[in-house]
């Protein structure tokens, strides 16, 4: 899936411009990954740290988005405190959980 970084409009594969905001989609390689609920905080921040990640959405076992991390240079330490306490208690609320990361290309 392609989705526009300006609005968040997800797009068609092989589109250069987003139909709603006209912004220039930029390419990036997408990986889904199904993890149980005692493993989802671990391999997100494991994800995080590989440092070619630009977006991890987590869905539950239906598809829908619980969360969605924007991960840039900055966001480190204090600033991922809070995604990873909702991490936590997605965790305790879901058994399974597919991870969507986005990578750079």
Do not use: W
């Amino acid at each position: 899936m392609i989705y526009c970084k300006v609005c968040g409009k997800e797009m068609p594969v092989g589109a250069k411009f987003c139909s709603n905001c006209g912004a220039r989609i930029s390419t990036s390689a997408s990986e889904e990954f199904q993890v149980g609920a005692d493993d989802l905080v671990g391999r997100v921040m494991a994800l995080i740290h590989e440092g070619n990640v630009r977006r991890v959405i987590v869905r539950n076992e239906k598809g829908n988005t619980l969360l969605e991390i924007p991960v840039t240079v900055g966001v480190i330490g204090i600033l991922l405190a809070p995604y990873l306490a909702a991490l936590g208690t997605i965790a305790a609320l879901v058994t399974k959980c597919t991870i969507v990361v986005e990578r750079k290309e």
